[in-house]
């Protein structure tokens, strides 16, 4: 009874702490039914959740995406498959500028090597990953008898089953499952409109609101070089949702820190997210100063822009909510409630120590910051990737580093040996300047930055390995993987070389990052009993790239006095435009121009709605309470950008394509009537 109490008055205090109203990335073995069910009068059934996370993929290149028809048709959003687009551009045929249409399925052009990932099956192994971890192991040792045991419950599904398959850590250590996915990798473009609509306000109007973006490109699936047959995908709304109608999104966000400790916080804050702008800052400039040599250097380079760009103001947002007084006082109250609840039950007391534990870590690694190696090139990349391969294949799987195990082999080798260009110009820009930042953080004398300059300039040394390199050519690649550990010690080749110069260095600096790594994981998982004690099992994980569930209704919210409305409509681009006349990325492509008269300018484009999101649910469905696909999701509003800290309702939105305007923009501005036609059957 004395505990029950104590756990009662804990829970009042430590209200806050809940999650409140839309809040949430839920998993789908743990739905909030009852929070549903008084929220909104929904009671999801078992068959409504497997079928939404049948119907629902993943894109190995970090977006999320649906089934959405039967003859595997995939949606996403443009700038998730923009890798491909761009990897299937020439400067013939821009498709990433142009847009695409295959009015055939011979039309259809396959990826070079995406991957697809749908999840069929979910299993806790807390159990047997815990038990192989004990107290007495130092750090090293914990490492590397979690990740044993992790290579061994991999490979044993795999085996079984056949299916990827992919142990998450939850709760920061708390619970690990087991996720199984059916892969797709012959996967092929159907349909992507021009940037100038799918990027339409460009950076300015990125993370704002209100928005006029058709941000949407549709793949299909093959399997045996046939549209493959799914059973699992969203039938297509008549109307999409009204306001204050409650909607669904599932999808994969990536990485929430929502769980951290106010020191951690602080480190994020003060050290960790000011260094990460400061390098995409850098990159930043780099790209734009390599793509004003001319149009074809701007192509090569538009795609890591974009991506530097959106990830700048992304961590802009982070560090804005951080640099709240608001925010972090409190995070502090939640924190300061959460220990004396712990304080008063003598059961939980030794839970504490996680606290200390945690603020350890993050003194190591503001240290680790200042002697980092920063050397990296897509070329580069390649050349470490093959030499610790060679490294790592030498042990048995479950000693490897997780990359190279078993279970993840044939999804390692489709990246490693994908026939996508590499524009030698442009990773010799990037390769000079990583090796400039790396003279930075060590300084000139370090003996390791002296190896890896070779007497030269950065500039110079990253010609001459660029220019010697013969790993742009994919049958290179296979030689040397096929050779082993032999080969890659006897090879001239001058990344290799470099690689295996930087390589004890990278993997000294891993091995430090992973024991702290570790330290925090038993310290969360520690974290995460606390929170379960007090407040019960009814709180969601932080985001880790895996399948979650968010909802939340249709609704605007205000503005600096304004009030916003939750949809925009496709007449309303064309008044954007008009208010924007002569600025960069306020023009709609020809083809929009060409239909307006016959567009229906009332139909809803985009809108918002308050369920809880973060970078990963681009490309996620948006559905209704039938699981009838009635959006998109492509962004969320400059408000949202704190979602990796901390969630609120008041202006926090996500921001989705309306599924009626990507079937009115299908059939009039695109002509795709037979695509149409396929949609949801």
Same mark, same amino acid.
């Given at each position: ?461 990253? #010609?001459?390995? &660029?220019? !010697?390199?013969?790993?742009?050519? *994919?049958?290179? =690649?296979?030689?040397?993987?096929? $050779? ?126 308050? #369920?809880?999101? &973060?970078? !990963?649910?681009?490309?996620?469905? *948006?559905?209704? =309470?039938?699981?009838?696909?009635? $959006? ?50």
């Amino acid at each position: 009874m004395k505990r029950a109490l104590l756990v009662l008055s804990a829970m009042l205090l430590l209200a806050p702490m809940l999650a409140v109203a839309d809040e949430g990335m839920w998993l789908f073995n743990g739905l909030p039914r009852e929070l549903l069910k008084q929220r909104y009068g929904f009671e999801p059934s078992d068959e409504w959740a497997s079928h939404l996370m049948k119907s629902s993929v993943r894109f190995n290149v970090g977006g999320s995406g649906s089934f959405i028809s039967s003859t595997g048709l995939v949606l996403t959003n443009h700038h998730v498959g923009s890798d491909t687009l761009a990897k299937l551009s020439t400067p013939e045929r821009n498709i990433m500028e142009a847009g695409y249409l295959a009015r055939t399925p011979a039309e259809e052009l396959k990826a070079p090597d995406m991957e697809l990932n749908q999840l069929v099956q979910i299993q806790d192994v807390t159990d047997q990953v815990k038990a192989a971890v004990t107290s007495e192991m130092t750090p090293e040792q914990a490492v590397a008898a979690r990740r044993a045991v992790i290579a061994k419950i991999e490979k044993s599904a795999l085996d079984t089953t056949g299916l990827k398959s992919t142990v998450t850590t939850l709760y920061g250590g708390g619970r690990y499952h087991l996720y199984q996915y059916r892969k797709y990798t012959d996967v092929r473009l159907v349909w992507a409109p021009e940037t100038a609509i799918a990027f339409f306000g460009g950076d300015a109007d990125n993370f704002e609101y209100p928005r006029f973006c058709l941000d949407a490109c549709i793949f299909r699936v093959y399997e045996n070089d046939k549209p493959a047959n799914i059973e699992h995908f969203l039938r297509w709304s008549a109307s999409g949702p009204a306001e204050k109608d409650v909607v669904f999104v599932s999808g994969h966000p990536g990485r929430t820190s929502r769980i951290l400790t106010m020191d951690a916080l602080k480190y994020q804050r003060d050290v960790a997210q000011p260094a990460g702008l400061t390098n995409l800052r850098r990159m930043e400039i780099v790209l734009q100063q390599y793509g004003l040599r001319g149009k074809e250097n701007a192509r090569r380079a538009r795609e890591d822009l974009f991506g530097v760009q959106n990830s700048r103001k992304a961590r802009l947002g982070m560090l804005a909510g951080l640099q709240d007084p608001q925010v972090m006082a409190e995070k502090q109250a939640a924190e300061t409630e959460l220990l004396k609840a712990i304080a008063a039950n003598p059961e939980l007391q030794p839970l504490a120590q996680a606290w200390k534990s945690i603020a350890a870590t993050t003194t190591k690694r503001t240290e680790l910051l200042k002697k980092g190696v920063s050397v990296n090139s897509q070329l580069y990349g390649i050349a470490l990737q093959l030499v610790q391969m060679a490294e790592e294949d030498r042990k048995p799987s479950e000693e490897r580093l997780p990359e190279f195990a078993d279970a993840g082999r044939e999804s390692l080798l489709q990246q490693l040996y994908s026939e996508a260009p590499i524009y030698a110009d442009l990773d010799q820009v990037l390769l000079a300047d990583s090796i400039s930042k790396t003279l930075e953080q060590r300084g000139g004398d370090d003996e390791l930055c002296l190896q890896i300059l070779n007497n030269k300039g950065p500039a110079e040394r990253a #010609a001459e390995l &660029i220019r !010697g390199t013969k790993l742009a050519d *994919v049958a290179f =690649r296979k030689e040397l993987a096929a $050779g082993g550990l032999q080969a890659i010690e006897k090879s001239d080749d001058p990344l290799i070389q470099l690689a295996r110069i930087i390589n004890p260095e990278s993997r000294r600096i891993r091995a430090i990052t992973e024991e702290l790594d570790e330290q925090d994981r038993q310290a969360y998982a520690s974290v995460a009993e606390a929170r379960f004690a007090v407040l019960g099992t009814s709180v969601y994980p932080d985001a880790t790239f895996t399948l979650r569930l968010a909802f939340g209704p249709v609704v605007g919210y205000e503005q600096d006095g304004a009030q916003i409305p939750a949809w925009t409509t496709l007449g309303g681009a064309f008044e954007h435009e008009k208010q924007h006349v002569g600025q960069t990325d306020y023009t709609l492509p020809k083809s929009w121009k060409a239909a307006q008269s016959r567009l229906n300018g009332s139909t809803p484009f985009n809108f918002v709605s308050t #369920a809880d999101i &973060i970078g !990963g649910n681009s490309g996620s469905p *948006v559905v209704n =309470r039938n699981g009838e696909l009635v $959006g998109l999701i492509f962004d969320g509003n400059i408000q949202s950008l704190s979602g990796n800290y901390v969630y609120t309702e008041k202006q926090s939105r996500s921001v989705s394509v309306h599924s009626s305007a990507l079937r009115e923009a299908l059939q009039v501005v695109y002509g795709a009537d037979q695509l149409v036609r396929e949609l949801g059957k």
